[in-house]
């Protein structure tokens, strides 16, 4: 199970980067999807989360305050991969950016057990992708 996170880069305050978590190893149509941030000297965040398609809720997403009506989470089982389209990007926003994965096809499940922006709600983890909003 490997999940690897690309696409983060230099941008000017305003703009916008769109983030991929490319999954091999397994599928991703039983799995949710959660992207996290790590800040300079701050804990990691969840940022962004979105349920299996087969799950209970259909693909339901979830944000963070911060980041609510300018990012959005999405994923095309097809490609397995999910995708955080990032826009009016702020100075705040630059991080190590994360993803990660959870089998949600059992009740027993963390994504059943934690909140949904909590890192303890998944179980698998990629490599990080750095976003810094810079002008």
């Known amino acids: 199970v490997q999940l690897q996170a690309s696409g983060g880069g230099l941008v000017q305050p305003g703009g916008s980067l769109r983030l991929s978590c490319a999954a091999s190893g397994f599928t991703l149509d039983y799995y949710a999807i959660g992207w996290f941030r790590q800040a300079p000297g701050k804990e990691r965040e969840g940022v962004s989360s979105i349920s299996s398609n087969r799950s209970g809720s259909g693909g339901s997403v979830y944000y963070a305050d911060s980041v609510k009506g300018r990012f959005t989470i999405s994923r095309d089982n097809a490609k397995n991969t999910a995708y955080l389209q990032m826009s009016d990007l702020k100075p705040e926003d630059t991080a190590v950016y994360y993803c990660?994965?959870?089998?949600?096809?059992?009740?027993?499940?963390?994504?059943?057990?934690?909140?949904?922006?909590?890192?303890?709600?998944?179980?698998?983890w990629g490599q990080g992708t750095q976003v810094t909003v810079s002008s």
């Open positions: 990660a994965a959870v089998f949600t096809g059992s009740y027993s499940s963390n994504w059943y057990k934690r909140p949904r922006l909590s890192d303890s709600a998944f179980d698998y």
